[in-house]
């Protein structure tokens, strides 16, 4: 361990000795027998540790003169972690290789490590690299974060960035702000023994910022990420921290991912509206005998905003009603305060929703922005802004727009004999799935558990390695939440049909519009049914009798004992079969896809049956029938 500690430490001073020659406004110090990196650009010092995980140490913005970092030792902005690793994280005390390089006009400062515990949330050989950008003219700080597989095996991982932060060196006086779908969340951490206030998490962020402003001295640090990376805010309030958890990404062998972090640290805010990289702004309403005036405070830390224009609309919650303002006219606005008013006479005082949509240009880049925030009125009290505690009403998130690769070349290969893989959630078990594929001559070769916690609907294990997903012949989703398969599970499973494997779905209190499959954007094209949306879980309206309705089930397949009690009101999709009924209703519907093939069974296991009946899955030809279903999607129905 301090052979490879003292081989880290040559290579670093190797590269720092290269990189000096060239980077400006960045130093190398020696204090207390540590090495240390200082940055200044004029608008902003740092200082980072690269032995000491890559932390910064010291962040002050000129117009304060102040640290802002959190004064305890072990405490620090920029700490690298995962999610499933808690705190402190491997990284967190592990010396970083750096170098310095001069881009442009940046200086940047390159910092890396690998993971080497090799748990089950973080496998050893992930290759990080921070890069922590200052430029001219510009209080704001860039940090680049690569992640790399270095491994010859795919692996799944969320990062977890964490910064622990007094702004103005005030613990007490910091406050929080995080956009949610339900109106802007406010935050703050007690003091003296007293309980803090607010949620630390907001799992339902609709853009990518959060903030931390010093209500007393006006100061604050807003940081921007990327909202297609953002799974959910958070806020250590006890140790004053903002942190956010990124979406699990997998990584196929020599793969990366990468995603950007904007530190802006601005002043003469009361209140924060909203953020963003062009500038930070808070929104003011205030109604004065039916004169509603409308204040934009705003300023631009990272560089000048010219020919702004300002768009005002408002709407009443309760009468939908909507008021169009004067539009606002700038020519500038700089890093200083900027306010500007528009107002008119309008015949509400409360309950008013403002849209707002700022465009002008930052050098020679055009943009705009939109945001919104909300005015309490005369029946509010406190904040000028919706908060958590009061809320009047609510916005569907943005969808994200995300990008997966699938690796070249990869081909459809299932196992021999065939395995299968199954998601199963609750009462998954009583479809007797294993029972019904070794009658047919295959194997459930695995079983992904749901599971619903404090932090939603999971599955505990996914093959997020094309390769391993294209062994199995066919995937089962038995009665899954759609919050369980995000994104990526999506894409992968989409790759998976279009190749040649089988897909089916089962019906069930968390599946097809109970459960929110309709919500699935990437998989409606899969689905050979039309689902009608959340309230399609009906009881069966006669006898729930079964019959066959193709070439794939014969009459004695389910027997006249087998009754459907509830089932999903569905209708096939284009191009799909009715491979069997339910008394009149689609029991189970096949389709294809690619060179793949879907089905969904649209019966459940919920419900008790009629006397002298038995519910279909507990007759004794249940497996066999449920067998031939599996076989053909398995392309194992050939004679």
């Known amino acids: 361990m301090l052979l490879s500690r003292i081989h880290s430490l040559a290579v670093a001073c190797a590269l720092v000795a290269v990189g000096l020659l060239r980077a400006e406004g960045v130093r190398e110090v020696k204090e207390g027998g540590q090495t240390y990196l200082d940055l200044d650009n004029g608008l902003v010092a740092l200082r980072i540790a690269p032995e000491r995980g890559a932390r910064i140490v010291r962040f002050t913005p000129k117009f304060s003169g102040k640290n802002w970092v959190h004064p305890e030792p072990t405490f620090g902005m920029a700490l690298d972690h995962f999610a499933g690793q808690g705190h402190p994280g491997e990284l967190d005390k592990v010396t970083y290789q750096y170098k310095l390089l001069q881009e442009r006009a940046a200086t940047v400062v390159e910092l890396r490590a690998r993971t080497a515990q090799g748990t089950r949330a973080v496998p050893a050989g992930i290759d990080l690299c921070k890069r922590i950008v200052l430029t001219p003219a510009s209080a704001g700080v860039t940090l680049t974060y690569t992640l790399t ?20 060196g005030d ?34 962020p609709i853009c990518g910022w959060t903030a931390a402003l010093n209500r007393k001295t006006r100061e604050g640090l807003a940081f921007i990420m990327n909202y297609n990376d953002l799974q959910w805010l958070y806020n250590c309030l006890p140790c004053n921290t903002v942190e956010w958890l990124c979406d699990p990404v997998s990584l196929q062998p020599a793969a990366s991912w990468r995603t950007e972090v904007n530190l802006v640290p601005f002043q003469g805010l009361t209140n924060i509206t909203f953020a963003s990289r062009n500038f ?145 959630g609750l009462y998954g078990h009583l479809y007797r799935t294993q029972e019904a594929a070794e ?23 996914f093959p997020f390695d094309f390769k391993e997903a294209f062994k199995f012949s066919a995937i089962i989703v038995n009665n899954i939440d759609s919050t369980a398969l995000d994104d990526e599970m999506q894409h992968i499973l989409k790759h998976y ?61 389910f027997p006249p004992s087998a009754q459907v009690r509830w089932f999903h009101a569905v209708e096939p999709g284009p191009g799909a079969e009715v491979a069997a009924k339910m008394d009149q209703m689609p029991f189970i519907v096949t389709g294809h896809y690619g060179k793949g093939r879907v089905a969904a069974l649209c019966g459940t296991v919920l419900g008790m049956p009629d006397q002298g009946r038995q519910l279909f899955f507990q007759t004794p030809e249940w497996p066999a029938a449920f067998g031939k279903l599996l076989r053909w999607l398995a392309r194992s129905d050939a004679p």
């Not at 010859?152 to 932060?165: G, H, I, Q, T």
């Not at 929080?176 to 339902?204: C, E, M, T």
Request: proline fraction near 6%.
């Open 149 to 168: 597989n270095t491994t010859s095996n795919a692996f799944r991982v969320a990062f977890m960035p964490k910064f622990d932060l007094y702004v103005s």
């Open 171 to 204: 613990r007490a006086e910091n406050y929080y702000y995080r956009p949610s779908a339900k109106g802007l969340d406010i935050a703050w951490p007690g003091g003296d023994g007293q309980p803090d206030h607010g949620d630390v998490f907001v799992k339902n």
């Open 280 to 424: 930070v702004a808070d929104t003011e309403i205030a109604a004065t005998d039916g004169r509603i005036t409308v204040r934009h405070h705003l300023c631009a830390p990272q560089g000048e905003l010219r020919d702004v224009r300002i768009q005002t609309r408002l709407k009443q919650i309760a009468t939908l009603k909507e008021y169009v303002f004067p539009d606002i006219a700038l020519k500038l606005i700089g890093a200083d305060l900027t306010t500007a008013t528009t107002e008119q006479t309008i015949p509400e005082d409360s309950g008013l929703t403002a849209a707002i949509t700022v465009s002008g240009n930052r050098g020679e880049q055009a943009f705009t922005e939109e945001y919104d925030c909300y005015h309490r009125g005369v029946k509010g009290g406190g904040f000028d802004l919706l908060t958590s505690a009061e809320r009047g009403y609510t916005r569907t998130p943005p969808r994200k727009m995300k990008q997966f690769s699938a690796p070249a070349g990869l081909t459809f290969h299932p196992a021999d004999p065939p395995e299968l893989f199954e998601m199963r």
């Open 439 to 461: 009658k047919s001559g295959m194997k459930i070769g695995a079983i992904a558990y749901a599971r619903c916690s404090w932090d939603g609907h999971s599955l505990d294990s």
């Open 497 to 557: 049909v279009k190749a040649g494997g089988g897909l089916l779905f089962l019906g069930g209190y968390y599946s097809f519009g109970v459960g929110g499959w309709d919500a699935l954007a990437n998989m409606k094209e899969l689905f050979p049914v039309r689902i009608q949306g959340p309230f399609d879980l009906k009881p069966t309206p006669a006898t729930g009798l079964i019959h066959g309705a193709g070439p794939l089930f014969r009459k004695e397949d």
